[in-house]
């Protein structure tokens, strides 16, 4: 069965193809800047050259219209006909307190998705238009939907809950959600494949660390805490995100700096982590060279950010009183020797010693960090939720024939 894995944003759109027989990628690409005259498509047929565009898309209708001629083109494509695209599935932010788990697209779930928009309205209102494109361009094809949050949706009340008034959870269900979970879930179940230990029988800490960032806290394969909050800004310090700082700082600053609630969120979401720290930039590529070159506040904004690091996972193997594995996944986490050196150098108390060579070994697998007699095992991991979208997808289809 061929799936194609859809991430729609509100104006571009990234696809990748797969072949479930193995697993393997067929294509992947992304339609850029929909809604205007001059779109960007990108098209990378696995094993052939990239071909790239400029043409006017102005809407998600054009634009998966757009990628179906390219997966069905003559020299460009992989496939014949769109017939072979058996299922398509869809990655979602948020799935509120509704989805535990992904779940095929109905009329019913294409509602609760559009009664989450309160609560990702820069998200979950793309997503939909996604899903309403394929049901134009590819009529009659099933869809999926895995949302970002299911995963944490087995976090008790005592994590999910804010000491604030409940009537704002009832009302306008304010509480946390978490983010990443796709990531998580898959980095935390690969994780103890390459360990060959069930899942259910370890102590687990993630780290997703790439432009945004959270830390889970995964007991016995279950989401039990998660450092991203009832949006994705709580938490670790993310390239341009805060992540957590005393909530009485923003009416105070927006009382002495005449700030709008537009303007404070942008503070908070768009000028703030390393790159508010660094006075330089979000990128720790960048950050972490002006640091080696002697930057000192570039050094303030890693140490920081290692720092936050740490504290979390601190936080975390208390909540599950112990821990047995680390994992460190995206961006960051995949590539970043010396953040993974800083945040494991301070951790040695709890068991944790780091294989330097290993650490430092380039490599796309999955594997250990952490020496052989180190208590707590660490791993880097890279992540692939496309991969688990496509499975759930595969799965729900192949459940309801
Ligand atoms: P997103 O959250 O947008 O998906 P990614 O997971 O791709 O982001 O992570 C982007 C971050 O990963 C950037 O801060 C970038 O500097 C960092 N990164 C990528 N490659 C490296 C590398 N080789 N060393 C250090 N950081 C890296």
Do not use: W
């Amino acid at each position: 069965m061929k799936i194609l894995v859809i991430n729609a944003g509100s104006s571009s759109l990234k696809y990748q193809l797969y072949d479930m027989s193995d697993e393997s990628v067929l294509a992947s690409g992304r339609v850029e800047r929909i809604g205007m005259d001059s779109s960007i498509v990108t098209h990378e047929p696995v094993g052939a050259l990239e071909v790239r565009d400029v043409s006017e898309i102005l809407d998600h209708v054009s634009a998966v219209k757009r990628v179906i001629d390219l997966l069905t083109h003559k020299e460009y494509g992989v496939v014949t006909s769109m017939s072979e695209i058996e299922a398509v599935g869809h990655r979602i932010v948020h799935g509120g307190e509704v989805f535990k788990n992904s779940a095929l697209v109905t009329m019913e779930v294409k509602k609760e998705i559009k009664r989450l928009f309160d609560l990702a309205p820069l998200h979950n209102p793309a997503h939909l238009m996604g899903i309403t494109a394929v049901e134009n361009v590819l009529p009659g094809v099933p869809q999926a939907v895995v949302f970002d949050t299911a995963f944490h949706q087995t976090m008790p009340d005592t994590s999910y809950l804010y000491p604030i008034p409940t009537v704002l959870y009832r009302r306008h269900g304010v509480r946390r959600y978490g983010f990443h979970g796709t990531s998580h879930a898959y980095v935390s179940d690969k994780a103890a494949r390459v360990l060959n230990k069930p899942l259910e029988s370890l102590k687990m800490i993630t780290c997703h660390i790439g432009n945004g960032a959270s830390c889970t806290a995964i007991k016995d394969g279950k989401s039990i805490d998660t450092s991203m909050g009832m949006t994705p800004l709580e938490g670790l310090m993310m390239g341009t995100r805060s992540g957590d700082i005393d909530p009485a700082i923003v009416p105070f600053v927006m009382n002495k700096e005449e700030l709008t609630l537009n303007e404070a969120s942008s503070m908070l979401n768009k000028h703030s982590g390393m790159l508010a720290i660094s006075g330089l930039s979000s990128d720790m590529r960048e950050v972490t060279d002006a640091m080696n070159e002697g930057d000192k506040n570039a050094k303030l904004a890693f140490d920081m950010y290692v720092y936050r690091v740490k504290k979390y996972i601190g936080a975390y193997a208390a909540a599950m009183n112990g821990l047995d594995v680390l994992v460190f996944t995206a961006g960051v986490g995949e590539n970043s020797v010396v953040l993974r050196k800083a945040v494991m150098e301070g951790l040695t108390f709890l068991g944790l010693e780091l294989d330097e060579k290993r650490n430092a070994a380039r490599s796309k697998e999955a594997r250990q960090i952490s020496t052989d007699r180190s208590k707590v095992k660490a791993l880097v991991v890279p992540t692939n939720e496309e991969l688990l979208i496509a499975r759930d997808t595969y799965a729900l289809v192949n459940e309801a024939q």
